[in-house]
């Protein structure tokens, strides 16, 4: 367990469709929040592919860990 994300900060599990998932399914885990960085320094390639466009927050963005995680009861 993480725990929970911490003020300013939001997290995500979604699916491979890039829909959330419910309690207890396992998909990827997404970072948002003010506290996001903008990107890799030197590395626009791996940013582009890493820190996308937030669907659930007009405006920013989410970073795509790659880490797979599931929300707990």
């Known amino acids: ?38 990107g890799y320094l030197g ?3 791996l940013t582009n592919e890493k820190f996308v466009a937030n669907p659930y927050r007009e405006g920013e963005k989410m970073y795509r860990t790659g880490d797979l995680c599931r929300w707990l009861s």
Not at 20 to 35: D, W
Request: glycine content about 18%; some cysteine.
């Open 43 to 45: 590395k626009e390639l």
């Open 1 to 38: 367990p993480i725990g929970k994300p911490i003020d300013n900060t939001s997290f995500y599990v979604i699916d491979n469709f890039g829909h959330l998932c419910p309690i207890g399914v396992v998909g990827e885990l997404c970072i948002g929040g003010v506290g996001l960085s903008t």
